[in-house]
């Protein structure tokens, strides 16, 4: 079957190349993908497979093998954009000004409508049944896949995995890479805003200093990963904006700061927001200023599943050549996955889509981000293959 999916992929490759464009050329912000899950609903009808519609634009589609009843698998796309001008000049450039498929959220739904494409055509050669998950407003808290999951995506049937699969720059495209156990950490908000009445700047005395207060916050808020946190266990705190005073002789009555909290571990997650409120708040007040914090809690960490992980790396291994199969390396940014990881054994994995010789290499969210479009073949072929295989556990 493995060759079977791998002449497929090829012969779709350029088909799907070309849906990936029509989606670049029009991209839609989270949660409002409605013209996208139109386009997805339309693709799996003439493929011949029932889907139903939830989060409102979220498109579950079910496709049957042989033995239905043997094993459900679940294979998860995102389809949002995000709210930057694109500047590259293509043929299928943005042409809704200010958005841009910047993440490659595009290149997921362009290879996973190739994998239900292949699938549907070998439906009489693997088991089980495939859950496609065509998923809404993975940029943007709470998380399409949170929604999905409230709204019973993860039940009736219930998938025993999840396999998601997110493009890489830095990963030259031909590759794939794979890693068990924690991948990506958790992301939640930080906002402070620090209140004092306010005051000459030549009388200090007369009120408290919401400048000197935020700033000192910012340096002591440092101390709580460093000396709270096994320094074995990733985690990140980035204030990341001050904003308060507009001139020389005023001390602001109010100064705001955000940040970023990263982990990769629950427990420490949570006891760390606790450390960061208690902290700030006895500081702050302690210089005779008041505060209001409020920490948005956003993601987990992505929590690859072991033997699904090694599992699905075995099978790309023999399909693409254990040379083009790497391990991922760990990061420290987000991704709504996460939520699935914590619910079934899942397997997040990288698409290279890297080219240094064809100068396709910057990162994502930025607006000049492309990818190889050699790799959607692989992506798809790949897509499919753990989609009928279980990632390799179900043969
Ligand atoms: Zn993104
Ligand atoms: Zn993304």
New binding site residues.
Partial sequence: MEQQIKKLARQYASEFVAIRRHLHANPELSYVEFETSRFVQEKLTSYGIPYEIKATTGVIGLLKGKNPEKRVVALRA?MDALPIIEENDVPYKSSKPGIMHA???DV?TACLLGAAKILSELKDEWEGTIKLIFQPG??KNPGGASLLIKEGVLENPAPESIFGM?VHSSLPSGKLSFRGGMVMASADEIYITIKAKGGHAAAPQFTADTIYIASSLVVSLQQIISRNNNPFNPSVLSITAIQGGNTTNVIPSEVKLMGTFRAMDEAWRFKAHDLIKKLSTSLVESMGAAIDIKIDVGYPFVLNNETLSAAAHKKAASYLGAEHVEETELRMGA?DFAFYSHKIPACFFRLGTGNIAKGITIG?HTPTFNIDEDAIEIGMGMMALLGATNGGLGE
Avoid: F, I, M, V
């Fill in positions: 995102d993440c490659g959220h997921h993975e940029e997110h991704e994502g």
